[in-house]
């Protein structure tokens, strides 16, 4: 009981300097983001599109998906992105616990971070045993309990989905493992073919995913052998752990991330700038600032 009003303490005294570190942590995520993005626009507009084969089986042509791996740049810049955003928690954590006047000494330490367990029996190891947020006014630690995933599994929800699950798997897989990305994939698929003597056919293929070299379609050379076949794809790139993350089978790995930005820079970090600021009450509803970056068209073929 000593400890725990050690630890209380009514105002959190915390500078806008110190949050200002993590905020730029997150932006910097949004940073990545975007220079990963235009990077895909380039590969896409480059090397995706659709190509005329000729089948000597079936004596036609086949309008062929041509979807390659991105380029290992892509990937860096995904995990870079991923990276700074898990680490803009663990600056909150460390910014809160070593400007906390009723913190006990030694603390924040080299255990100090931000834990995300999907359990109540993990998350209590994390927080008591090895002492991750130790130092932190009661405020703060009941915010960080209250948006742990386990919550989410408690109630019956998928837990695997939660922003802080998910950017928490990410982390571990891009750090530990490999890169997270799969070959492009598309959503869906525009052909038009045009024969010199005036026949035309357009076609739009509307499909879950359209994979690399998959036959959108077949047709006959023309009478005179001249024939023109002009496509684009709606692509875009999958994420290809499906064994760790089994709720994003082939989701696209840009849409998660712009969520993820979205969830911590505009709804985590907020939360805990109020307490900073003495607001334990949510913000009215106004204008804010807008961490979640602009998720750009991509397409191939003709402009």
């Known amino acids: 009981m000593a400890r725990k009003q050690q630890l209380k303490s009514d105002k959190i005294k915390v500078s806008e300097t110190e949050l200002a570190i993590a905020r730029q942590k997150a932006m910097r995520a949004g940073k990545h983001f975007e220079v990963a993005q235009r990077m895909f626009c380039r590969f896409v507009r480059n090397?995706?599109?659709?190509?005329?084969?000729?089948?000597?089986?079936?004596?036609?042509?086949?309008?062929?998906?041509?979807?390659?791996?991105?380029?290992?740049?892509?990937?860096?810049?995904?995990g870079d992105c991923v990276h700074n955003l898990r680490s803009a928690l663990d600056h909150i954590v460390y910014a809160l616990i070593s400007t906390n006047p009723a913190k006990p000494?030694?603390?924040?330490?080299?255990?100090?971070?931000?834990?995300?367990?999907?359990?109540?029996?993990?998350?209590?190891?994390?927080?008591?045993?090895?002492?991750?947020i130790h130092g932190t006014p009661d405020a703060v630690a009941a915010l960080i309990d209250s948006l742990q995933p386990y919550h989410s599994r408690d109630k019956g929800f998928d837990y695997t989905a939660h922003p802080l699950w998910v950017l928490d798997r990410l982390e571990n897989i891009d750090k530990h493992r490999r890169l997270?990305?799969?070959?492009?994939?598309?959503?869906?698929?525009?052909?038009?073919?045009?024969?010199?003597?005036?026949?035309?056919?357009?076609?739009?293929?509307?499909?879950?995913?359209?994979?690399?070299?998959?036959?959108?379609?077949?047709?006959?050379?023309?009478?005179?052998?001249?024939?023109?076949?002009?496509?684009?794809?709606?692509?875009?790139?999958?994420?290809?752990?499906?064994?760790?993350?089994?709720?994003f089978i082939d989701e696209d790995i840009f849409r998660i991330l712009a969520q993820l930005l979205d969830y911590v820079g505009n709804l985590v970090m907020p939360r805990f700038a109020r307490l900073a600021a003495g607001h334990a009450t949510p913000p009215k509803k106004g204008r804010r600032q807008d961490f979640r970056p602009v998720l750009r068209g991509r397409r191939t073929g003709p402009r």
């Open 180 to 247: 997270m990305l799969a070959s492009g994939v598309a959503r869906h698929a525009h052909v038009s073919i045009r024969y010199t003597d005036g026949g035309e056919t357009d076609l739009l293929i509307m499909q879950d995913r359209i994979y690399d070299r998959a036959i959108l379609t077949s047709y006959p050379p023309g009478a005179d052998g001249k024939v023109q076949m002009d496509g684009y794809l709606m692509v875009y790139i999958a994420l290809r752990e499906v064994d760790e993350l089994p709720s």
């Open 105 to 132: 000494e030694g603390v924040p330490d080299s255990r100090t971070m931000f834990p995300i367990r999907d359990t109540k029996e993990g998350y209590l190891h994390q927080v008591t045993k090895l002492r991750r």
């Open 47 to 78: 090397d995706c599109g659709v190509r005329a084969e000729f089948s000597t089986k079936t004596q036609q042509y086949n309008a062929v998906a041509h979807l390659p791996p991105p380029p290992p740049v892509i990937g860096l810049l995904v």
